[in-house]
Structures are given as structure tokens and as C-alpha cells.
């Protein structure tokens, strides 16, 4: 028989249960599960089989249902991981192991890691390390670092205890059971099957002009095309940008495009039409244009601009200056130079960008994945020129972000295909798509000198870096401005400094990426560092001691802390692990020949909020009638933990467990700005506002019942209990008249860091708090291949506090994960990289184990005194890296990624020498 | 557009006299090089054709049905001969890569860097093509995959079987990867070996291919041929051995870079085969 299946029904067994379906030829089964079955669970993040989020079992064996054609499910049992989760004891409690040990943190690879992992468990519940590698090791995780996921398979004694939740409380999770069992919804999860859909039209050059044939004639031709959207459609301005100086990216490129991937149009229609559409019978005719895509022609004469009035293809620049760096360095005892260059870097977190947007009478809703809802509320003000009472931005959950979410992508497209058609609508971004055409970590070309007295003290210091800066500004005036900034480390220099410049290409703009430049500088700086200790004939670690920044010493900006500078506590905390493992490396060494270890150290700081900007965040709550406490908790988590944290840190204020808390999440109509979540600000500033809250809703209760300070309260089935020395008292909260929200008590507050502008020189306040950190690494060099494997990381963190230390060594494990990634093996290359195989971000068998020491030198303007974190953590992971493949093979790599080419060039270079 | 699933070979060897279809199996390279849009006149799934998966020992040697998954491939027991098959059945991207993935698939897709063709090469083996019009045919490997993406399958042909002869009995073997992380990699190279010694520790017969390094994996006749007598302490690679192999500059490394790992990369394939 050979009888098409084309109209026949699918007929299999869906997570137990009988299901039939009547997929279109060569369908993928993740797409028949998601759109027909309502299978959400099932995550879609390459659709290639580079990252196994939507990986499924077929009669039992895990497979990526991105990668099988729905008709081959046909007589075979299909278990989905919310199936899994709900059906099988296995998967049950795997999900309680990955809430014990953080091992979920954005959660869009946890479907796909527990789907995997339970395949592994019910063939072998006890597995070693490796076998949990080879097993998971097709899954890719862009948040964790995979620690902990390895941890929660192997069943290894829970990190997490039952505790009040307040601040220095290791508690699960607030929003983790969702995430283990499939239900947490993302960006592509909202919409309704069979809503129509909206498909980009890109520039496939670097720099193009173009032009359109008869749009009229296409839609009212093409069956199924709903509407096509231009610049033309724009009804307010065609332009948006971060930072409002610098805005100058158009929605829709008009006349010429600036880089490979820039939108000109989008066609909207019904998903079948969609699936069926090639975009190159869209009508568009196409001018390939000389590019420049490189930042030394980009500066040239002949290279073209690419925005009036910034000259030379100079955006902008930073600087800043104290002493006579010049002087000093010429009068140095020792010095050194150096010449540092990194590539792009993608963010590559696995849900790719994805929304749904929908009228409500003349408003239009947009639901988007995002790290800064109300920024993207700001932007679709003035693309649509609408009020922004007529919009409401809903934030979806967030599948990763690390800087890139914090721009605008799908939103401007999905509210404008909203009002054109008046219908519900979605988008989501190919993978090619996101990554040609949203924001990368800026290249980087760094030259840098520094000179010591022969005692090691530093003397002088001289930097200067380019960065690309790409097409359009997006988050690159704030690179230029903090690095110079940063460009010292957490040292004290007396003669110092350092400029900056954004250039712009034809490149994909550059934006924010976990660092914002400071990654790339610290490259520079830590790695010459080890070149001039060396030359000092100090000892590395030493050295960085002897010259640490300290309590009352002024910084590079002139900036003095009188508490809370804690490098010098990270560095000396290594001092056990850098003694021990060099012992060991060098035992090592003696027994083989092609095979060298070594072991490097770096440190990093990190300002935590806006630089010498206004940064406030605004907390809410509200106790109803009932005794709910409501937390509106805008902060929006994208993993970090700012759920589980903020929550924390408003109950720790108010004085009632975390668990009596009931959150309600970023939404621009009810919960009021907490801040976009970037700069490592959120549990500083939107901590500190969630402590204001809570302790202003504590103060009313206390006031009103007349009660100690230190009462205790219980809230409850409408009444306040405080128990004080006096006694227990009693509070019936329906005495009160309840608002328009229901809330018969309310508070809310905001928290606006202290800082002072920064004049010419980069002199003043750019920060009121600044984090630090130091890793040590231990690395493996295959001379003969130049591979290089990391063995293991000793991390010291000065968190100020520990809010919850399970999320911070989540942040510390996933911050490492991405700084190795950027040492070893991440360079984007636009039209080269622009899938999951050929640009390569690490799996779960390249990362070893990271061992966390979390230091709380307390922060005087923290909340319990806590700092930022999520940024300070790769700064370091990089230089330490390099630094350690010196110490095994003797030789300096000054361009990352340190690929296996790389690193045995050098080697061939240096035996030659 | 339709889909076919027949479980029967005549029935898939008439759909494939229609044009501009696709053969789908595991759909591992199918589906990641689909076009926005670009869809075939058909799909024809091999998976359930009757005969077309499983290993069988023949007479003849050993027979892979073309899907075959690489799962299967590493559960059943085989000689030591093809645990380098084995080794690079374990390399290929994932598990649910090698779950679904088909050894037919592997070849008929032509990557210069197909895991499975270096380790297959040293096993001699050969292709069974089939067609509705002239039957079966039976090529070696090294004639069937021509180029980059391109095989001698005909349009209206299925690669049924995939056909090694027995090895020697005391064959060991190897696969060496070299890439730029540990899982889901595609390799800058890689080096397959399969290896006979005599009681003296003498190599009697040594057969290596080499991955990623040129258009097809190649077989290194001159170093085979060198290699024959010598220990395992006297195996070394010259320049000339590797004139085969024409590597190129990729994302992945540069030409300079495959050339001057290989070598290390075959001694390592060689020791470890013998191990």
C-alpha cells in the first residue's frame, strides 16, 4: 500500500491518553503538539536540533520533536515534560530536586533537561556525573552553568531549606514549581492556536538600498496575506533607541538599510499561509551597497557614514582622568603594553524573541518577553504617537535575556499588525532571526599601558578602546561610559587614564550584554596585570593584594567608600585554593608532557545601577480585606531570581513569611515601575524599594495597633495579629474600607540610588554601591591540539549580603558558564554564526565544578546591606582563564574566543621563539 | 504537498519515480536546513519501511539496514572492529540526535563532516542502491559520496543498506574528535583507524580515514601502506602521508590549523585502537 497520509489522522498516545491529529505534510511534532494539542510545555528554541528545549520521548527515548515529522508519531507513545511531570513518579520528583538545588532559573531548557533526565533515571536512577552528561548533554542551558542541574539529577542533598524566607534565607524558588512542571508561559506560549501571525522581511546585505514593488497588488494577491506593514504604516516616529540622546534605529529601515538582518516590512497572515510563505516572493528589489564592517575602516574617509552629524562613524566616547598617567607611566620602574581584541558575543538564551498583541477597545496589549516593560511602553508611545494610557505591555515569561531583551525586537511589530488588522497577532523570531538581528556584546580593540614601582605598587595607567558599536546606538554610549570607569578594576591608581569610543559598522548593533564592556576591558587590564607581576617578579595574587582598593581610598573617579569595598577579602579568600592548586598543577606537569595544567586568577568590580543617573524603582503592596498580601513585583525576574529575592526582602521588612505572600507581576496597568532589570540593580534599588514597602506597610500596622517595634505579626483570615511583650493583639482588617484595587491597607515606595554626575575627567559619583569578585581557575592544555579545558573554579563573591545564597551561587555558576563561553569558543560572525551549531555556547559537559565563597562585606546602602551580582560575575571568568592557560603552556593569548587555533598558534609561535 | 509512510520497499521505491520529493527519516538533517517557505513536492518516510533497519550478519558480512538509527548501532553487540563505529555513533551530536538520526541519513547527507563516514570508510564498507527501474547496485563508500552534499543516489534511487564485510578477527579500532566543545560539536577534524597486530606487536594491517579535512573523509593509502610492520612505538606521520586531504579555512579552524593536528589526532587513533 502506499497511500499518502496527507488527509489521514495522526493517531498516537499523547502523555497516556489517546490523541489524533491531521498534521500537514512534514509538520515537526513540536509544532503539532504546541498549535493542536495545546502541548505549551514543549519549548521551541533553534528548531534545528542545536538545543534540545523541545525535547520529548517516543516510547521512551528522548528526541527533538523540532526534528520529527508529526506523521512518525503515528502508533507510538509521545510523553511531553508536563506529562511527565504530572504522570510519573520519576519526573515528580526530579522536579522537587530541581527546586531544591535552583537547578530552573529562566526555565525555558528545564522541559527539555527533565524530559532528557527522566529518560536517563528510569533506565538508571543512580548515575554518575558523566552518565548525567551524556545524557543532558543535548540540551543546552544558557542561565545555569549546569551545576546545579547536574546536582538535582544525581539527587545530591538539597541546597534549599524550609525557612521564613527573609533576607540570608536559602529558600526554593517563589515561581519554581511552574517552571518544573511546564506551566510557566513564554513569549511564544501566549497566543491562541491559529492566531495570525506576523513574518519580518530583512535586508539579506550589510548595507542595501531598496525598493517596493506594488504592496497593494501583493496583499489584495497573495491568498491569506492579511495586511504588510513599512515604515509607511509608522503613525507616530519611526525610530527608537535606549537611550533618548542616541535614539536612531527605525522600526522599519526607510531608503537603506545598515545591517545584514534590519527590517524593511512584515507581512502578516494566517499561520498556514505563513508556514507556506518564501520571503523572497515578497516584493522588495534589493541594492547591495559598500559596507563597512569593521571599525578601522568604519573610521576612514572613504568609509560611508552611517548617521549625520556623527562624524568619522564616531557615536560617542568616555573618558575618564586622574593624575598624570602619562608622567607616571614614563617614570615607572616597570612597565608593560598590551593589545587586547574580543569578538561579538551572542546572547544566545534559548527562547528567541516572541509575543502576541491584541486590541481592548482602542488599546492595544502587547504580551513580549522582556527585561524592561515599561521602557517598551515608552517606545511604542512614540512609534505609534499614542498616549500611553491607550497601552498596556504585559510581560511574558522571559526564557533568558542578559541584555538583549532590554531593547525593543517584536513589540513595535506586534502592536502595529494589532491596529492595522484590528485582530490578535504574534511573532516569533526565528533563531537566524534573533540572531542577525538583535543586540550582540560589542567587539572590542584595546590597547593598554601600566607601570609599577618596583615595590608593585601600580603607578600609572593609560587605556584606550575601541568598540564596535554596530549599526545603530542601542546600548553603546553606556559601554563608552562605563568602561572608562571600570577600566582600573577594583585597584587603586593614582595616575589613570582611560578613553573610550564607540564606532559605528554595518554591523548588528551592539547593545547591553551581562558587563556592558567592562568584560572586555577586564580582559585587558587583568591579563596585563599578570604580565607585569610577572615582570615585578611578584606573585600574581600578591600582587593584585598589594594593590586592592581599600575603605576611604579614593577610586579612579575620585570616588571614596568608607565601608563596604570587599576585593580585598574576595582575593585573599583564594589564597588556600591558589597555594593548593598550583602545588598540584605543577606535580602534574612533571608527570606529562602534552597535557599542561595551570591556574590563573582574576578579579572584577561592578557599579550596580545607572551611571550617575536617576534610577528609581517603585515597590507596591497591598493587604485585602481577607488578609492577602498582594506584592506587586515589577522587577521582572529573567531568571536571576528577582521573584524569590524582592519577595523576600519586602517580607523580611514587613515581618510575615515569604510563603504569606501573593505576587502580582510587571503589567503596566497595575504594577507600578520597578526599573528595567539591567546594571545588577534589581536587588539593590528594587530591593531597597521592597524593604521601604514592606517597612512602611509594618509601620501603619504598628501605628494602628499600638504595638512594639519588635512585635511579631501573623496575617491572616481578615485579621493582624501582633504579639509584643504586652501581649497578643488583634486587628480585624474589615474595619477598613477598601480601595479601588480591594486593598484595605496599601503602601509604596521608591528607592533612587545616591550618585554625583561625573565632569570632564570621569571625577564624581558614578555609582552608589560597587560589587567585586575574584575566580581562580584551573586549566588543561592539550599542546598538541591547543584545546583548553577548565577543571575547576574557585569564585569569591562580595555580595555585601546574601539575600538567598542558593540564587547567588546560581549566579555565580551561569555568570562563569558565559565568561568561559567568551574565552573559549563564542564569536558571532554576521552571516556566518547565525545558528546554534555553527556559533557555539557551552554544553553541560564543558563546564566543571565551581566552588563559591560568598563573602558579605555589608554595603552601608544596601538593603540588609546587599549588592548586585548578576553582572560581577563573568567579568572576571575570562581573564582568569587566560591568564591560567599562560600558567600551563606559556603562552598569552590577547584575542578571545581562545579558540583550539588560536591557542596552538601561539603555541607554534612560542616554540619557535 | 503529501506525505508518505509505506512499510513496504516497492511501494517507496515507486513514489520516489515522482520528482522533487524528500527522503525523511530521523529528520536530524532534513528539518535544520528546511527554508522559510521551501517545502518539497513530497516526503517520503523510510522509517517504516519493512527490512530498512536493524543489523543483520550475513554471509556476505555485516548488513545496516539505511535506518538504522545510531542508537541502535551502539546497543547491539558488534566485534571490536566497529567500536570506532560505535565511538562515532556516541559523537554524533546528541542522544536525541542519535536516537532519531539514521546512518543512511549520515551519508546520503554528504557532510564533509559526517561522523559516521570516517570509521565506515575503514570498514570497507559499501552501498546498496535501489531503484523501482534497475534493481539494486552495490558501490564502495568512497565512490558513492562525490563531494560536498553530493552522492551518486540517483533521483529515483533509495540507499537501502549499508554493507560491511567481515573484518579481520582480530581488528581493534578507534574514532578520535576533535572540536571545540564537548557535546552537539561538528568536528574541525577526525581521524578513524582500525588496526591487526601479530603476536610480535606488529602491525599486520592498518586501515585510516581522516574527517573534516577535505571535501569526502579520505582513506590514507600512503600511510597505511607505510605503517605495515612497524610497532606501535615506531608509528610515525610524515607530510606525504597526508596529501590526500585537503582541508579549508572555516568558523570551525583553518586550513594550517587541520593539518597540523591531524597528525597528532591519527597517532592518537592509532594508540588507542590498539589499546
Sequence with gaps: MNKPTDLSATTFTLNGQPAQCHPAPGQRLSEMLREQLDARDVKIGCNAGDCGACTVLVDGAPVCACLMPAQQAAGRAVETPAGLHANDPVAHALGESFQNHGAAQCGICTPGMMASAVALLRANPQPTETQVQDALGGVLCRCTGYRKIIDAVMGAPAITRAAQGHAGDAIRRLDGADKVAGREAFGDDIAPPGTLEVLVIRSPFPRAGFTFGDLDGFVANTTGVEAVLTAADITGRNVFGVIPQFMDQPVFAEGETRFRGEAVAAVIAAPEVIRTFDPASFPVTWQERPASTDIHNAQTDRAAQLHEGRDNNVMCGGFVACGDAKAALASADVSVTGHYQSGFVEHAYIEPEAGFARMDGDRVEVYACTQAPVMDLEALEIILGWDRSRIRVVPTGVGGGFGSKLDISVQPYLAMAAIKTGKPVRLTYSRSESMQSTTKRHPSDIRLSIGADRSGKITGYDFYGEFDTGAYASWGPTVANRVPVHASGPYSIPNFCAESKGIHTNNPPSGAFRGFGVPQAAIAQESLFDVLADKLGLDPLEFRILNALENNAPTVCGQVFSQGVGIRACLEALRPAWAKERGAAAAFNAGNTTLKRGVGIAAGWYGCGNTSLPNPSTIKAGIRADGTIVLHQGAMDIGQGANTVISQLFATALGVPVHALTLIGADTDVTPDAGKTSASRQTYVSGNAARLSGAAMRAQILERMNVAEDAQLEIADGIIHATDNAGRHSFALSSLSADGEGYVLRSEETYDPPTKPLDENGQGAPYAQFGYAAHLVVVEVDTAFGTVKPLHFVAAHDVGKAINPMLVEGQVQGGIAQGLGMALMEEYLPGRTENLHDYLIPTIGDMPPVETLIIEEPDAHGPYGAKGLGEHVLIPTAPAILNAIHNAAGVRITQVPATPARVRAALKANSHD | ?275
Design chain 2, 1 to 275: 504537498m503529501s506525505y508518505h509512510n509505506p512499510t513496504d520497499l516497492a511501494s517507496a521505491l515507486e513514489t520516489l519515480t515522482l520528482q522533487g520529493g524528500k527522503i525523511v527519516a530521523g529528520g536530524t538533517d532534513v528539518y535544520p536546513s528546511a527554508k522559510q517557505g521551501q517545502q518539497p513536492a513530497f516526503f517520503l518516510d523510510v522509517t517504516r519501511i519493512a527490512g530498512l533497519s536493524g543489523i543483520t550478519l550475513t554471509k556476505a558480512g555485516y548488513r545496516f539496514g539505511a535506518a538504522t538509527t545510531w542508537t541502535e548501532i551502539l546497543n547491539v553487540d558488534l566485534p571490536p572492529a566497529f567500536d570506532g563505529l560505535k565511538s562515532a555513533a556516541a559523537e554524533v551530536g546528541s542522544i536525541q540526535i542519535q536516537n532519531a538520526g539514521t546512518i543512511a541519513g549520515n551519508l546520503c547527507n554528504a557532510s564533509p563532516a559526517a561522523d559516521g563516514v570516517p570509521p565506515l570508510l575503514t570498514l570497507d564498507a559499501e552501498v546498496e542502491l535501489t531503484s523501482a527501474a534497475n534493481g539494486t547496485r552495490v558501490l564502495p563508500l568512497a565512490q558513492f559520496i562525490t563531494g560536498v552534499r553530493q552522492t551518486a543516489l540517483a533521483p529515483e534511487e533509495l540507499l537501502t543498506a549499508v554493507l560491511v564485510p567481515e573484518p579481520p578477527q582480530n581488528a581493534t579500532s578507534a574514532f578520535e574528535k576533535l572540536g571545540s566543545r564537548r557535546y552537539l560539536v561538528i568536528s574541525i577534524t577526525m581521524t578513524a583507524c582500525l588496526i591487526c597486530l601479530d603476536t610480535n606487536n606488529r602491525i599486520t594491517e592498518v586501515r585510516i580515514a581522516v574527517g573534516a579535512c577535505s571535501p569526502v573523509a579520505r582513506r590514507l593509502p600512503a600511510l597505511e601502506q607505510a605503517l605495515i610492520g612497524k610497532t606501535l612505538q615506531e608509528v610515525a606521520v610524515e607530510a606525504d602521508h597526508l596529501a590526500p586531504l585537503t582541508p579549508i579555512d572555516d568558523v570551525r579552524g583553518s586550513a594550517d590549523y587541520r593539518l597540523d593536528v591531524v597528525a597528532e589526532q591519527i597517532c592518537r587513533a592509532i594508540q588507542k585502537a590498539a589499546a
